[in-house]
């Protein structure tokens, strides 16, 4: 209520099973929300997405069973696609389509082909709020090494835009996260706290 005129709040939400209600949404009166149910990618868009992105190239029906088992997901149905890529012979048309568990299956099977120091890069980009390359590289135990940023790029995970390095997907960085051992995350926000400049940070 305190708020100047102007402001505008953009707000996501899950539904269905589990979800959990926004207190500010229920605090806000009715004329003052707009909402826009975000519907699935059709199967189409979701073939369209995979081929852009991955490059993944298949039979119609594996593409169909992919885009059928993302339930219109765009991130589900890209982790499907790296998964097919990942295993050979994947992409047959008589071969089933590898379909992980969930998500942070997929992407611990995708850090688990990384180097120590492709592991390692991804975990501290993913401790940090705002890493940058700079600061990634004197929170690393070893050297930085310009091959440990272009795993982290091939894997798909991670790249750098204007400075500052973003995972691809926040679900990325919080599966990564919650990859390391709680020893491992503490050993490391120390290591960090000596280096970082903001006082927030």
Request: aromatic share 2%; net charge neutral; charged share 25%.
């Amino acid at each position: 209520r305190r708020l100047p005129v102007g402001v505008r709040l953009l707000l996501t939400l899950r539904d269905g099973p589990g979800a959990i209600p926004s207190v500010l949404l229920e605090s806000l009166h009715d004329e003052l929300v707009r909402r826009e149910q975000v519907q699935p990618l059709t199967e189409t868009a979701l073939q369209q997405l995979v081929r852009d992105r991955t490059g993944f190239e298949a039979a119609r029906p594996a593409l169909t069973r992919m885009a059928r088992r993302a339930e219109g997901n765009p991130l589900f149905a890209l982790e499907l696609a790296r998964a097919a890529l990942a295993a050979p012979g994947s992409a047959s048309a008589r071969d089933p389509l590898p379909v992980p568990a969930d998500l942070m299956t997929a992407v611990g099977s995708r850090l688990d082909r990384l180097s120590g120091a492709g592991r390692e890069a991804l975990l501290v980009a993913a401790t940090l709020s705002r890493p940058t390359p700079d600061l990634l590289a004197r929170a690393l135990t070893a050297p930085m090494s310009e091959e440990a940023l272009a795993e982290a790029d091939a894997a798909g995970l991670l790249v750098t835009e204007g400075g500052r390095l973003r995972f691809t997907h926040p679900l990325h960085a919080a599966a990564v996260y919650g990859a390391a051992s709680s020893a491992d995350r503490s050993e490391l926000h120390r290591r960090l706290a000596a280096l970082v400049e903001d006082p927030e940070e």
